[in-house]
């Protein structure tokens, strides 16, 4: 939005334009005033003039004559009138990212945000605890949401939202800045810089599409899946294999501080599971870290080396080309499907920490094979990762 002059204030102002020293931005400021006004434009015309023919009636003449004989008084005059105005400006916007437009439609039961100062500040009426819907635009992306997915007895919603909607948005920031400043070579910046939409409803509808002007999220009912959907859109795959899931979570749950999945976790529950002991040998402590996160895919890895498979979820044991997130080829010639996500996970972090995360990323981006990106072939280097892990492990116990 730009501000508009009266008619005072744009004259004050017209010695500074004679003169060159306004800003770009007051000089345009000015100059739409100018154009949109013919009295002003007549008075400047004969300020810069040094003959003007005529001037639009005898109080205009009187004033122009004062200009000129008082040019110092009215920069003066000017500047401070400018001053007010860039002041005014910055209070107006300070207050627009500060008080957030939320509104809330009974009908539909959806609550509107808009937060163009992003969601840090934001500040939510009791009634998003009535609304089944979120409708929420920020400067980096949208959400549409299904409010109760959310909705928990520990945290009111008023609260909780806030919170998420701010870990989001710092999220996204944290993944285009970390894959920007580390793999520079595999970085698709063109895709990074997209605006993201965020569909977050009740059904199994998981997948990304792009657009030419943005990235859409459809994270169905898992709404803790951000940073990985938001990773792979970025890897641009559409046949998802170990490579991309491992690298999507060890990037966005073993890297990212802001992942959902940390804030989502259960202590309690994490004390059910059969690596508990593992996790606990490996250091790990009930604080959801990056770093304890990494640990957590490393103790469930350890225990299928170790143990079994197929004993837990898609995400834990089950090798990942049986699990419905797999999209490869349905005959996998690659060893590397066999292992579970977390298993993944923790061997893409074995190969970020070995070989480096710029070799890593341009493997897993597809743009290198496995022996050129790491000089040597997989099962060689998965051999070396199963020996330290279970090393590792066995040494911390």
């Excluded at 500074?16 to 007051?26: H, K, M, Q, T, W």
């Excluded at 169905?220 to 859109?233: D, I, K, N, P, T």
């Excluded at 490869?328 to 074995?350: H, L, R």
Aim: aromatic letters at 12%.
């Amino acid at each position: 939005m730009r501000e508009t002059l009266s008619c005072s204030v744009a004259r004050d102002m017209l010695p500074l334009l004679a003169d060159g020293l306004l800003s770009p931005e007051s000089e345009a400021i000015l100059k739409e005033h100018l154009a949109e006004c013919q009295v002003c434009r007549e008075i400047y015309g004969q300020m810069t003039d040094p003959e003007p023919a005529s001037a639009a009636d005898p109080v205009e003449l009187d004033y122009l004559k004062k200009v000129r004989r008082s040019r110092t008084r009215l920069l003066v005059g000017a500047l401070l009138a400018l001053a007010l105005i860039v002041g005014g400006l910055t209070v107006w916007f300070r207050a627009r990212a500060e008080q957030a437009s939320v509104s809330y439609d009974e009908g539909s039961k959806t609550l509107v945000v808009y937060a163009a100062g992003g969601a840090k500040e934001l500040k939510l009426p009791e009634t998003v605890n009535q609304a089944q819907t979120l409708d929420a635009q920020f400067d980096s992306f949208h959400m549409a949401m299904y409010l109760p997915m959310l909705r928990t007895e520990e945290t009111p919603m008023e609260d909780y939202l806030p919170a998420y909607l701010e870990r989001t948005e710092r999220s996204l920031d944290f993944l285009r800045n970390y894959l920007r400043e580390n793999c520079s070579d595999s970085f698709p910046a063109e895709r990074a810089d997209k605006y993201v939409e965020l569909n977050i409803q009740p059904i199994e509808n998981y997948g990304w599409t792009e657009k030419e002007d943005r990235i859409v999220l459809d994270i169905g009912s898992y709404y803790w899946h951000r940073e990985e959907l938001y990773l792979l859109s970025l890897m641009g795959t559409r046949g998802v294999q170990w490579k991309q899931l491992g690298y999507a979570w060890y990037v966005g749950s073993c890297l990212d501080p802001y992942a959902e999945v940390l804030h989502s976790s259960s202590a309690e529950a994490l004390k059910q599971q059969p690596y508990y002991e593992a996790y606990l040998r490996l250091g790990g402590t009930e604080e959801f870290s990056p770093e304890n996160y990494r640990k957590l895919n490393d103790a469930i890895s350890w225990l299928c080396l170790s143990k079994r498979m197929y004993w837990g979820s898609a995400y834990e044991s089950t090798p990942l080309r049986y699990t419905a997130l797999y999209r490869g080829p349905s005959v996998s010639t690659d060893p590397g499907n066999e292992m579970s996500v977390c298993m993944a996970t923790s061997f893409v972090g074995y190969l970020a920490d070995q070989y480096g995360f710029s070799e890593t990323s341009a493997f897993c981006f597809g743009q290198k094979e496995f022996d050129q990106a790491f000089g040597t072939d997989f099962d060689s280097v998965y051999q070396a990762w199963t020996a330290q892990l279970l090393e590792t492990v066995g040494e911390a116990g």
